[in-house]
């Protein structure tokens, strides 16, 4: 314990001195830029960089490569909360009651609750990678297909009881999500499906062009209906900050979503998206007022935010303490890394321990930093809503477009990026939500390989999925999670009831 | 000032005509390209050839990598394809280039470009985790003979791709028959390795670069790795041959122009990269990368290319995953 704090320390003064903080600050700010700009994620944002990273040093290179994942992370709600056009996966969540509260003219607690959460869920995940950072990393490794699976029912049946009163739906958009994210070369067995000749197709969907189509395109066809236009310009801002009330409400939200955030940012392959839809739809579930979610909730945005944040910490273990980079970010890093003459693994803590504890260290200073740049440049951005929308919503296309050429470099995916906005309006008007379709459309390729895997593992036996109290202990929360609404409803018939009598 | 006109004015429009047969070849920024994504082996590669390049100024004009992604390359191969005479693009491929055309994915194969050079190589290796009852290669191949679903092998690229070929080959060549049965289990998540850790796959064959973390730690071990011969800084390591298999894998990276290439701009690129594998520049980032030097110039490339495409053809055939030619 003290050992560790005496590293802690240590780390603090390797990257406290004049130049690393500059870097962190640096990357901090780029990515925020980058992660508020749709299609350009810190993978892309890190790899342009590299290059001017290797006259850094190592330590330098690692932080400034670190906060500009950092910042992406705190960057990337920003346009979900203004425009409705999340940057990447992760800040899906952040719409769902973000954009309500910014259309409800708050957008100036949405865009500080969601600095300070990501601000705290930052830090928490900084306590636990100091303290558990191996721990975890070895707990990491009892997921096999198996369990993977059984994660990915539990995130999927969680997001879709999201519409209460509607699982019917939920699970419709889930149904929908999973046939989409089947499109592409099946790894397994190497054959091409649903690809219909086009290359581009092979590497299956990018989920940006599902996300952008479902949110940025139909905000901006909505528009297009004279009759539901109803956004109003906001022309006075307050200051960027939150009620004492919010605050209070929003406190334990925070400190409760973002362990499991972090834990889900272990698990290679899992990601962002997944640790803020599961916060998400977690706080839903343990709200008294379900019915406000979606409405321009603050917990509802809080706690995704927090999640996310926590899980882009964890999201580090796997790559600094066994070598496996479990995300493009991470890969990217770890290249670099090997390009500075490190080599990622479980002897990186005994051969540099300088670089490890700088690293720490910086994503306690990376955070502070990144929230006092969010602050102030939030409330620059949220003059966006002072736009009128003639010009605001092409601008909001123009954006959606340029995001999804910069993914592959290539115009081939507007196709479906109109298709998945006009999919996206014909959902909107039956009232199915787009949420399970979307996470269904990430983990559903992941969850599809992982059941076929285990069972090709175990020889085609059905044991191997509840041979592990992990497994179990999921399926036992999910069979929870379906059961929780139909008692809900029960003890409401049986509480109003007697009453009205 | 007229006089420096007359001379200036015929000698600019000269180089705008001849910008490609002309001695200032390059005069206009490359276009480099990653068929994949950030991160990866291909980006990796061309991003380290782009900078000893810039670094040792063999190459003045500016080299921007872009990533064009899809189709396990097939994508930017139709780009090339599509550009078939430009002078300014190069781009990066491995194996995959071969493997692409032949499991049918696309019709182009590498005889729509200009094979400039091979450079390095990366080795498959075969890894167990440190407590494995596999002792060695032989274990596993008397495994595989008793029974060849009886081992899960693990791999980060889909069926019948580097990976699973690498393994089937020396599998084959040890005597195991039946290799359509083999138990392999792709990874393209990249959790692999994590799952070999957690003891829920027997073997995991990728490239040995990949596995230095964990063999340092001495959490897993190397089985063999498919080098010709043994490659400095892997000691202790046995080769697939020196563990009895007499069996080569090549992970090798090179890079091409387009089909249609200009005459010139094919033998400045040819004599540059020869260049560079000669500097010091290029050995340290292929020390830091672990790659292990195999340059080849273009017309050796390309015949080594249509032998590879041999053999990986009769592999693929006899797995069934061949595509009607």
């Known amino acids: 314990m003290i050992e560790i704090l005496q590293n802690l320390a240590y780390g603090f003064t390797i990257c406290l001195t004049p130049e ?17 700009l749709p299609g350009l994620g810190p993978a892309t944002g890190v790899a342009v960089l590299l290059p001017m990273t290797y006259f850094m040093g190592p330590t330098g290179a690692l932080i400034t490569m670190c906060g500009i994942y950092y910042g992406a992370m705190f960057g990337g709600s920003r346009a979900s909360i203004l425009l409705n056009t999340p940057g990447d996966g992760a800040a899906v969540a952040a719409c769902f009651d973000g954009y309500p509260m910014a259309r409800n003219g708050k957008a100036e607690s949405a865009l500080a609750i969601s600095a300070i959460a990501s601000f705290i869920g930052g830090l928490i995940g900084a306590v636990i990678f100091v303290f558990a950072a191996v721990y975890v990393a070895r707990f990491a490794l009892r997921f096999g297909p198996g369990e993977y699976f059984a994660l990915m029912i539990f995130a999927l049946v969680a997001t879709a009881s999201l519409s209460r009163g509607n699982l019917l739906r939920g699970l419709v958009s889930t149904a929908m999500g999973l046939m989409v994210s089947t499109i592409g070369l099946d790894g397994l067995t190497g054959v091409d499906r649903y690809t219909f000749g086009f290359l581009e197709l092979m590497g299956g969907l990018d989920f940006l062009i599902v996300i952008i189509g479902f949110y940025a395109l139909v ?33 334990m939200p925070i400190l409760r979503q973002a362990p499991i955030g972090f834990l889900i940012g272990v698990l290679p392959g899992a990601g962002g998206t997944m640790a ?25 945005l ?35 890394l090997l390009m500075l003459g490190l080599q990622p693994g479980p002897t990186l803590f005994q051969d540099h321990p300088d670089i490890v504890w700088g690293l720490t260290a910086s994503m306690f200073v990376g955070n502070i930093i990144c929230a006092i740049i969010n602050l102030p440049l939030a409330s620059l951005l949220v003059r966006v809503l002072s736009v009128p929308g003639r010009i605001l919503y092409p601008s909001v296309l123009g954006l959606a477009y340029l995001g999804i050429y910069a993914i592959s470099d290539s115009a081939f995916d507007f196709y479906p990026l109109i298709l998945f906005g006009l999919l996206g309006l014909v959902l909107d008007f039956l009232d199915i939500p787009t949420s399970p379709f979307i996470l269904a459309a990430i983990v559903g390729n992941m969850m599809e390989t992982n059941f076929r895997r285990a069972l090709k593992m175990s020889g085609g036996d059905m044991g191997v999925f509840v041979n592990s109290s992990i497994s179990i202990v999921l399926y036992l929360l999910t069979i929870i999670i379906l059961l929780l609404p139909l008692y809900r409803s029960w003890r409401a018939r049986h509480t109003t009831v007697p009453s009205a009598v | 000032m007229l006089k420096v006109a007359k001379y200036l004015l015929p000698a600019l429009v000269a180089g705008f005509a001849f910008s490609a047969s002309a001695a200032d070849y390059p005069s206009r920024p490359m276009e480099f390209i990653a068929p994949a994504g950030a991160g990866g082996g291909w980006d990796t590669t061309i991003r380290a050839v782009a900078k000893v390049l810039s670094d040792t100024g063999l190459v003045k004009v500016p080299m921007p990598v872009t990533n064009k992604p899809g189709g396990g390359g097939g994508v930017n191969l139709a780009y090339m394809t599509q550009k078939a005479k430009s002078d300014t693009i190069v781009s990066v491929y491995s194996p995959p280039l071969l493997l692409i055309n032949l499991s049918g994915t696309t019709p182009l194969s590498y005889k729509n470009t200009t094979p400039l050079a091979r450079l390095i190589s990366d080795y498959e290796a075969f890894a167990v985790k440190a407590d494995s009852p596999y002792k060695d290669l032989n274990d596993v191949i008397e495994a595989l003979k008793k029974d060849p679903g009886s081992v899960s092998i693990g791999g980060t690229s889909a069926a019948g791709s580097m990976d699973h070929l690498a393994f089937v080959q020396v599998a084959k060549a040890a005597g195991v028959n039946d290799i359509k049965k083999l138990n392999y289990i792709s990874y393209q998540d990249g959790s692999s390795l994590a799952q070999l850790l957690g003891g829920h796959l027997d073997i995991l064959s990728t490239g040995i670069t990949e596995l230095l973390g964990q063999l340092k730690s001495g959490d897993i071990r190397v ?51 020869g260049k560079m594998v000669q500097t010091k520049e290029w050995a340290d980032a292929r020390a830091q990368y672990g790659w292990d030097d195999s340059y080849l110039d273009g017309p050796e490339f390309e015949k080594f290319l249509e032998q590879s495409n041999e053999e990986y053809k009769g592999m693929l055939s006899e797995l069934g995953m061949l595509a009607a030619q």
Do not use: H
């Open chain 1, 219 to 251: 905000e901006v066809y909505k528009c297009a209906n004279p009759k539901t236009v109803t956004r109003q310009v906001q022309t006075k801002f307050g200051p960027i900050w939150i009620t004492k009330e919010e605050w209070r409400r929003c406190l």
């Open chain 2, 223 to 273: 089985l063999c790795y498919t080098a010709p011969k043994p490659v400095a800084g892997r000691e202790g390591i046995p080769t697939c041959r020196e563990a009895g298999v007499p069996v080569d894998f090549l992970n090798w990276r090179g890079l091409f122009g387009t089909e249609k290439m200009p005459e010139a701009a094919v033998k400045y690129w040819r004599d540059t990269l």
């Open chain 1, 302 to 336: 809080a706690a995704p935010e927090s999640a996310n944040n926590a899980c882009s910490i964890g999201a580090l273990i796997p790559m600094l303490t066994l070598g496996i980079p479990g995300s493009g970010v991470t890969a990217v890093m770890m290249g670099a």
């Open chain 1, 20 to 36: 690393n903080l500059l870097y962190v600050t640096l990357g901090g700010a780029v990515g925020t830029v980058i992660g508020m």
């Open chain 1, 276 to 300: 803020s839809m599961m916060a998400y739809s977690n706080e839903k579930q343990l709200s008294k007022t379900p019915e406000a979610f979606g409405k321009g909730e603050i917990v509802g």
